[in-house]
C-alpha cells in the first residue's frame, strides 16, 4: 500500500518495535513490521486563551503494537541530521513531522514539520516502552555484559578479566561450573585472568552461550548484542554485568554542597553504546550519550588492560536524580565498591522529585530531548509509514511523527 510521500526517515534509521528489538526503517517497510507507537492522539490543539476553552489533556496514552496502515518506501529527498542533547541522532526529509513542546505560554504540544524546527526546540522521548521479548535469563545477561566488557572472545578458549576478590570474578567462577568449564586463574599484578578450558574434542559450553548470543568474536569497536527478542531480565543483567567492567559510580558536590551523581558505562562501539542507551529507555530510565574524542586512559580496562584509546569512546551517561533512583532499583551489580557508591549516591538524591505541573504538557511516560543542531547531509532514500491512532512511533530512541493526512503543521 502507498501514500502520498509525505515526510520520511532516513535509510538505516532505527525504529523501536513490540517485541523489544530495534529495526532499520528499510526492514520494516518490506516485511511490514509492526512498531511501537502511541495509542492516542495527542492535544496538539491551538492554544487560545479566555472562558470556554475547556481542560487540555496532557496524558500521552501508552506505547503499544500498531500495524502499518500505510507506508512509502526509497524515496529520494534532501535530509536533516539532526542532533539532540543527549547525543542522539537522526536523519529525516524536511517535511518529517514533529510534536514539539510549545516555548511559551502553556507550552502543550504542536505540530512541526523539519524545516521549521531549531535549536531548543524539545522533543518527547519514551519511558514506558517497556516490551521485551523472552530470550535469556538474568545470569545469562549478567555474564554476556560482562564478557563485553572486560572478556576476550577472540581467541580459541573464552576468557576474563578482573579483581580476584570481586563479586564480578566469583559470578565468573560460578557460571563456568554451571557449564561444567574448568577455570584456570592467571595472576597478571593486581588483577586475574580467567580463562575457562573445556574437553578436548568437545564443544566448550560457555563458548556456545556467547554464540547463541551472537557476542563471540566481536572485537572492540565492533561490539553489539543481536537484534533479537531479549528479556527484560537478559537486559537487566546485562546492563549489570557492563556497569561492573565498563562503567563506573561518581558522585559530586557543587560549591553549595548539594551531591550530584552519575552512574556511567564506556565503549568504543558506537553501535553498543546506542543499544544500551535505548535499553535504559525501555526500562524507564532517561540517559545521554556523549562522544569524547581525547586519546585518554579510561579507568575501567577494555579487554582487561588499561589502555590509551585511539577512537573516539562513547559514554552512556545516567545523571538525573529520579533516572538514578530507578537504575538503582533495577541493576544488581557485584563489584562490591560500586555497588556501595551507588546507594549512597542514591541515599543522597532519592528526595529529588520530578517537575510535574499542567504547565510541563507531559506525562511521566516521557521525557524532553532538546535540539542541538540541525545540518544538511544531501540527498537521501527516505521510508514513511501510517500508525494510527497517534501518528507517532519511535525512531532511535526519539518521538516523531508518522505519514498523516491531516496534521495541522508549522512550516
Known amino acids: 500500500m502507498d501514500t502520498e510521500s509525505q515526510g520520511g526517515v532516513a535509510e538505516g534509521s532505527r525504529v523501536w518495535l513490540p ?15 509492526p512498531v511501537l507507537a502511541f495509542s492516542k492522539e495527542w492535544d496538539t490543539r491551538p492554544v487560545r486563551y479566555g472562558a470556554n476553552q475547556g481542560p487540555r489533556d496532557h496524558s500521552v496514552g501508552e506505547l503499544g503494537p500498531a500495524v502499518l496502515g500505510a507506508w512509502f518506501e526509497g ?26 513542546q510549545r516555548r511559551t505560554g502553556r507550552k502543550s504540544w504542536e505540530w512541526k514539520r523539519t524545516d521549521a524546527l531549531v535549536p531548543g526546540d524539545r522533543v518527547p522521548v519514551p519511558l514506558t516502552a517497556a516490551h521485551f521479548g523472552t530470550e535469556g535469563d538474568a545470569r545469562e545477561g549478567y555474564f554476556v555484559g560482562a564478557m563485553l566488557g572486560d572478556g576476550g572472545m577472540t581467541s580459541c578458549t573464552p576468557e576474563f578479566h578482573g579483581d580476584p576478590l570481586d563479586g564480578a570474578v566469583e559470578f565468573m567462577r560460578g557460571f563456568a561450573a554451571e557449564y561444567g568449564c574448568g577455570v584456570r586463574e592467571i595472576p597478571q599484578g593486581t588483577i586475574v585472568r580467567l580463562r575457562f578450558p573445556f574437553r578436548a574434542g568437545h564443544r566448550n559450553p ?30 537487566i543483567g546485562c546492563l549489570s554485568g557492563l556497569v561492573d567492567t565498563d562503567g563506573c559510580v561518581r558522585e559530586r558536590i557543587n560549591p553549595r554542597g548539594t551531591v ?152
Open 19 to 33: 517485541d523489544g528489538s530495534a529495526r532499520a526503517i528499510e526492514e520494516v517497510v518490506a516485511r511490514r513490521l
Open 75 to 100: 524515496i529520494p529527498k534532501e535530509v536533516r541530521s539532526i542532533r539532540f542533547v543527549s547525543g542522539r541522532t537522526v536523519e529525516v526529509a524536511l517535511d518529517q513531522q514533529w510534536v514539539t
Open 206 to 235: 560457555v563458548t556456545e552461550c556467547l554464540r547463541r548470543f551472537e557476542v563471540w568474536g566481536q572485537r572492540c569497536d565492533e561490539k553489539r548484542l543481536p537484534e533479537m527478542q531479549l528479556s527484560r531480565d537478559f537486559w
Open 260 to 411: 550530584h551523581g552519575s552512574v556511567e558505562f564506556a565503549t568504543v562501539s558506537a553501535l553498543l553504546a546506542s543499544q544500551v542507551s535505548d535499553a535504559l529507555l525501555r526500562l524507564g530510565v532517561s540517559n545521554r550519550v556523549r562522544v569524547d574524542q581525547r586519546q585518554q586512559k579510561w579507568g575501567h580496562s577494555i579487554n582487561g588492560y588499561l589502555v590509551v584509546s585511539r577512537r573516539p569512546i562513547q559514554i552512556v551517561e545516567i545523571s538525573r536524580a529520579t533516572a538514578l533512583v530507578r537504575l538503582a532499583g533495577l541493576l544488581d551489580l557485584r563489584v562490591g565498591y560500586k555497588a556501595s557508591r551507588l546507594k549512597e549516591v542514591v541515599e543522597a538524591v532519592e528526595h529529588v522529585t520530578p517537575a510535574r505541573s499542567e504547565m510541563h504538557g507531559y506525562d511521566e511516560s516521557v521525557t524532553l530531548d532538546r535540539v542541538k543542531s540541525i545540518s544538511a547531509i544531501g540527498t537521501r532514500n527516505v521510508y514513511g509509514v501510517t500508525t494510527n491512532p497517534s501518528g507517532l512511533f519511535v525512531v532511535n530512541g526519539l518521538v516523531t511523527g508518522a505519514v498523516h493526512q491531516s496534521f495541522p503543521v508549522i512550516r
